[in-house]
């Protein structure tokens, strides 16, 4: 642990202090990453005192052009959110669900209901998805990517197959910011 924090105290110097000055008095700010950058994650790095995310409302993009997209769009409340969280290998997805959830009005889908039958029952009516799991990506072979479930393994293939007309889905687990 004493090691990553090591780390990404060392990437805040490098990255983020050079920008601090600049970005003081803001508490919202768009990332749009370049190349590998897009690998770093900006919330978890610190300075001595606090890391990110306690300052700063952050947001990643993928490009400028989306970010600008995202920011003139005038945003409607979603009507529906389906949010699982699956703790078996990812110890805090089922608080961060709970807290998703609350935030939407909803009930969260947690441990035994985080299934893959969930998801595939309630993703079309839903407008925003938020799944908080374990999820591999497979850089040899993207297409065997997958996310866990607490009744197994989904992988890729399926996911492509789900109908989600208009949905927005947040994927919050190991490895999904990862790309090839």
Same mark, same amino acid.
């Given at each position: 642990?004493?090691? #990553?924090?090591?780390r990404l105290r060392? $990437?805040?110097? &490098?990255?983020? !202090? *050079?920008?601090? /000055? +600049?970005? =003081? ?35 990643? #993009? ?5 970010? $600008?997209?995202? &920011?003139?769009? !005038? *945003?409607?409340? /979603? +009507?529906? =959110?389906l949010v699982l ?88 687990g190991c490895e ?5």
């Amino acid at each position: 642990t004493e090691r #990553a924090r090591t780390r990404l105290r060392r $990437l805040h110097a &490098l990255v983020w !202090q *050079p920008l601090a /000055p +600049a970005l =003081a008095g803001c508490t919202r700010v768009i990332v749009v990453p370049h190349a590998q950058l897009g690998a770093l994650p900006f919330a978890a790095l610190e300075d001595e005192s606090a890391c990110l995310a306690e300052r700063h409302e952050l947001a990643v #993009a993928p490009s400028a052009r989306s970010a $600008l997209r995202g &920011l003139l769009r !005038q *945003p409607a409340p /979603p +009507a529906r =959110a389906l949010v699982l969280g699956e703790s078996t290998r990812l110890p805090h997805a089922a608080q961060e669900a709970r807290a998703v959830a609350d935030l939407f009005g909803t009930e969260a889908h947690i441990g035994k209901e985080a299934t893959i039958a969930t998801l595939r029952a309630a993703a079309g009516d839903a407008d925003v998805i938020h799944l908080a799991c374990h999820a591999q990506f497979r850089t040899d072979t993207p297409v065997f990517s997958a996310l866990h479930l607490h009744d197994g393994v989904l992988p890729a293939e399926a996911i492509e197959a789900l109908h989600l007309p208009g949905a927005v889905v947040v994927l919050s687990g190991c490895e999904t910011a990862l790309s090839d």
